[in-house]
């Protein structure tokens, strides 16, 4: 059986493009793969952040995977730093990157521009990213567009690795997904739909009350022509829509735009609304019986044993291979 993994920051509540690009996807590969899905808590230090949010963010990430449907009989859920291997492998890797591939990746480019400080971890954390992958010898994982230079990264990293030293790492592949790989802004609709967006309407929280979710979508963005039809270039906003609405009905976009023919926005927006309700609604009603019990620590805490299970042999492999401490006879 093959091996996926995958991490999320716990960086704020997840949006809806989270889940629909990303979380739903998991659900359905845990009974084809061995699954590690691992919340990246050291990956959200590389800026500021408050200890009790964090702690807050990294409990109820947990809750909003498993809610979302993730088995812990079928896929391993953990937090990354209770799992020691990740921050030792990521040095290593670290050890041999370089400064200029680095340099490139676009996100430092976005979070460190115009700013006095910035965090060495912020220019560093794709070798951290990059051990987070390889030491479960992963086949797939699945990311958004704007990880795919991440993973690149990652898959020269573990090839200059094996080349240099030993045959120790497997070179992962992208999964990408087809439809919901992108949901932009409700208000911005030509950037992509993030937690961190300033402006609350531009995202819809996956624990939106359903009045809060209708009142978002209403003030969505779209243009004044009035006929829904999908077309990213010219109708980005009504596109971005249309792409919701498909991915959380299983609906094609042919079929919503036959279904709106010839009715205005407003009941193409209340039909959006209505399906993005239908959709959370039993999510976060699991989520809110997970939160506080003591089931969610017993998953994370035999997730971490599994974890770590797998992780240390690939550490012990690695650093066998470039010659770091003892060999024990």
Not at 292 to 317: F, Q
Request: glycine fraction near 6%; proline fraction near 4%.
């Amino acid at each position: 059986m093959q091996t996926i993994f995958s991490g999320i920051q716990p960086s704020g509540t997840l949006t809806l493009g989270n889940y629909l690009g990303a979380i739903r996807q998991f659900v359905e590969l845990q009974d084809e793969y061995q699954c590690y899905f691992c919340i990246v808590d050291e990956h959200a230090i590389t800026v500021p952040q408050d200890r009790l949010e964090l702690r807050k963010n990294i409990r109820s990430l947990a809750a909003l995977y498993l809610a979302s449907g993730l088995d812990p009989k079928k896929a391993t859920l953990f937090i990354q730093s209770e799992v020691p291997a990740h921050t030792q492998l990521g040095w290593m890797l670290q050890s041999i990157s370089y400064v200029g591939e680095l340099e490139r990746m676009t996100q430092y480019k976005d979070k460190s521009t115009g700013k006095e400080a910035v965090s060495s971890a912020l220019l560093t954390y794709p070798a951290l990213m990059a051990a987070d992958i390889l030491l479960y010898q992963a086949n797939l994982v699945p990311v958004g567009d704007d990880q795919k230079q991440h993973m690149e990264l990652t898959r020269d990293l573990a090839q200059r690795f094996n080349n240099r030293f030993n045959d120790i790492f497997t070179i992962p592949e992208i999964r990408i997904p087809e439809v919901g790989a992108r949901i932009m802004s409700l208000q911005e609709p030509t950037k992509k739909m993030s937690k961190s967006d300033e402006n609350q309407r531009g995202f819809i929280s996956m624990l939106d009350e359903p009045k809060q979710i209708e009142k978002k979508i209403k003030s969505a963005v779209t243009d004044s022509e009035g006929i829904v039809k999908y077309d990213k270039e010219n109708k980005p906003g009504v596109s971005n829509l249309l792409t919701i609405y498909s991915s959380c009905t299983g609906e094609s976009i042919e079929e919503l735009e036959k279904k709106y023919e010839g009715k205005g926005y407003g009941d193409f927006k209340q039909g959006v609304a209505d399906a993005v309700v239908n959709l959370l609604e039993p999510i976060q009603e699991r989520y809110k019986a997970l939160i506080d019990s003591p089931e969610l620590d017993t998953i994370l805490d035999e997730g971490a044993d599994r974890a770590s299970a797998i992780a240390n042999k690939t550490v012990a492999k690695a650093k066998k291979a470039m010659g770091l401490g003892r060999v024990k006879k």
